[in-house]
């Protein structure tokens, strides 16, 4: 069992920044890739972003490319989302999820692919 934690939400003006992190308990963090997605109101959770276990490979969705970047520090089991030039589309409560993988090299960007979930929280792009 891993236990995710999400932190680092909040409002934030458009043109900003907000860092994400997503903390790990439980089993060990090795071989899980992490994920990142979000909701918005009256949409579907989307994939954002995600990174194998040992920083290898991670792949973003379009829309964040070149503004977000993921990261993790595996002796801290901590994934960041780093956010940069936030827009009012990127409003969402933000996800952790993670998912085992023996090879340490597969990912996803389907929600059923992830065992683990976070509790989400919530960023606020005001425009």
């Known amino acids: 069992q891993v236990q995710l934690a999400e932190s680092g939400g909040g409002l934030v003006q458009a043109g900003g920044s907000l860092r994400l992190s997503c903390a790990a308990s439980?089993?060990?963090?090795?071989?899980?890739?992490v994920g990142w997605f979000r909701q918005a109101p009256g949409k579907e959770r989307e994939f954002v972003a995600a990174?194998?276990?040992?920083?290898?490979?991670?792949y973003y969705v379009d829309s964040v490319k070149g503004r977000f970047t993921i990261s993790r520090d595996n002796a801290k089991n901590t994934v960041y989302l780093q956010m940069n030039s936030l827009k009012p589309e990127d409003t969402a409560d933000y996800y952790c999820?993670?998912?085992?993988?023996?090879?340490?090299?597969?990912?996803?960007?389907?929600?059923?692919?992830?065992?683990?979930w976070g509790q989400g929280t919530q960023v606020t792009v005001s425009s």
């Open positions: 990174i194998t276990w040992n920083s290898d490979s991670t």
């Open positions: 999820a993670a998912l085992y993988s023996n090879s340490g090299r597969y990912y996803s960007t389907e929600r059923a692919q992830y065992r683990y």
């Open positions: 439980g089993r060990t963090f090795s071989y899980y890739t």
